[in-house]
């Protein structure tokens, strides 16, 4: 279908709400009007009626009863992790080692990667997330096979093999040299096809040598437009494994400096203990860094200081980080997000929620003019939300007054069952 044609109330932002009063736009009856799979007009029904042919008019899509938002962007999530979510009794380092580097081993199966792939793609889609940057597992079939996974969906996935040469066991190992190949096969192989691009993901500094993240930092430089995807500062023993590592560095994140891997698509996971020169250099080389409140609280990690990073300017997209995380869901990471920071002294307002999970996301994979809007142009990833989707929501929502309650409501006690339609391009997915 090339064009569709879609009438109901929607909500976007076209700025960051606490930066700027008017960032977002609510209008209580749009016309979303898609042609081969963009934005070609948006606004005010009654401002766009007269654009309408007879026929078209007819084809209009009734959403009166929905609530029309842009897709949600995951800036943080492991596909490899889907059938561990929910590992039950230790925090980041024990869990690595008892739960998820022998998961990760099994991959090497290019049918089990293949297998998941499926189930992986299908909860991102069923929980309203059109976009999501990756990351795999070591073995460079895993890769191809969430890409061939996304691409049968059209939808726009960041993701990258895994490189990891010591601190882990030998299955989910590779070396220096053959982390640089792979990668470099699987940049010409992806990056840039359809809606793929391509992350080279070392997993984080104790896992990679000096010299594995010295190749990383060439295969950034030698590929423009590619990004570079890990974790850093997410707990504390790890913090203190870093500095033993790597006694010369001024700080975790001068590791990855050291290396060249800081720039505007470089997105860093976490980012929960950083220093003040940390805060610098990520705002100096407009880095990002993916926010994951539900695996911060399930692994013990920290209570992220997010007004302390957004004050410095920080980009901030929010993560998943399943299976670290605790829900594929983007609402339930924002009520999680939220709740965080109410712990802190932070109150997060449901405009901010909804930037965070859309524009800002975009923005945090600098990709803010293609995605994260209804701006005309843009990529038509967009959801239909259901205020009636249970007994307990169709009762609380039919006391909401206006919009920004109604939008905290659904992100507080919504969940997958709120997503009664994500469209990829324009098509239903
Ligand atoms: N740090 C290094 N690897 C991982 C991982 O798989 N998940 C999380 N949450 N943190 C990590
Ligand atoms: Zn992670």
Known sequence: MSERLLRGPLLHCLGEPDK???????????????????VHKMGPYESLEHELTPEQSTKIEDCSQYLLVPGFVDCHIHYPQTQMIAAHGTQLLDWLTTYTFPVEASFKDPEKAAAVSKVFINQLLQNGTTTALVFCSVHSDSVDALFSE???????????????DRNAPDNVLDTAQSSYDQSKQLIQRWH?????????????????????????????AEHEGVYMHTHLSENVDEIEWVKELFPKAKNYLDVYDQAGLLGKRSVFAHGIHLCDEECDRLVKTDSAIAHCPTSNLFIGSGLFPMKKLQDYGIKIGMGTDVGGGTSFSMLHTLADGYKMQQLKGHNISPEQSLYLATLGGAKALDLDDKIGSFCVGKEADFLLLDPNATDLLKFRTSHCKGWRDLWFVLQTIGDDRVIAETNVMGVVS
Not at 194 to 219: C, H, M, N
């Open 20 to 38: 700027d009063a008017n960032a977002v736009e609510y209008h209580a009856d749009a016309l979303l009007w898609v042609k081969h799979g963009l």
């Open 192 to 220: 840039g096809v359809d809606r793929l691009q391509y992350a080279i993901t070392p997993r984080f500094a104790p896992t990679s040598t000096d010299e594995q993240l010295k190749a990383a930092g060439r295969l950034l």
């Open 150 to 164: 996304a691409q049968a969906h059209n939808m726009r996935i960041i993701a990258g093999k895994v490189m990891m």
